[in-house]
């Protein structure tokens, strides 16, 4: 099953027959929302948005880790990393509305 890739211009042409703004104007709010995130991202804040999920902003300390050509070990430095994680809401869309997850279902055994 190969997936679609949404790309912005796919998002501001979806906001444009839907909300019913021109296209420019579509194409803008879609690049103000999206720089939104961006800057509060940037920030290292954290972006909840219900009943969709919530874009986190985490630490990485540093670390060794090893080239898999050579095995060398090499020090990988710090660094910030996002991580996406979806509402409960969102998995159960993902997941054809599904009530629960397949670990509920080893759970009532």
Same mark, same amino acid.
């Given at each position: 099953? %190969? =997936?679609? @890739?949404? @790309?912005? =211009?796919? !998002?501001?042409? %979806?906001?444009?027959?839907?909300?019913?703004?021109?296209?420019?104007?579509?194409?803008?709010?879609?690049?103000?929302?999206?720089?939104?995130?961006?800057?509060? !991202?940037? *920030?290292?804040? @954290?972006?909840?948005?219900?009943? &969709?999920?919530? &874009?986190?902003?985490? /630490?990485? #300390?540093? *670390?060794?880790? *090893?080239?898999?050509?050579? #095995? /060398?070990?090499?020090?990988?430095?710090?660094?910030?990393?996002?991580? &996406?994680?979806?509402? =409960?809401?969102?998995?159960?869309?993902?997941?054809?509305? %599904?009530?629960?997850?397949?670990?509920?279902? @080893?759970? %009532?055994?």
């Amino acid at each position: 099953m %190969a =997936a679609k @890739t949404v @790309t912005r =211009a796919d !998002l501001c042409e %979806a906001v444009y027959q839907k909300v019913g703004l021109s296209r420019t104007e579509s194409a803008t709010l879609v690049e103000q929302v999206l720089k939104e995130i961006t800057d509060c !991202l940037e *920030r290292g804040e @954290t972006v909840k948005l219900s009943s &969709f999920g919530s &874009f986190v902003v985490r /630490k990485k #300390g540093q *670390r060794v880790g *090893r080239n898999p050509k050579t #095995g /060398k070990e090499v020090p990988i430095s710090p660094r910030r990393v996002m991580v &996406f994680k979806p509402s =409960a809401i969102l998995k159960q869309k993902i997941n054809g509305g %599904a009530d629960h997850d397949i670990a509920d279902d @080893t759970d %009532a055994h």
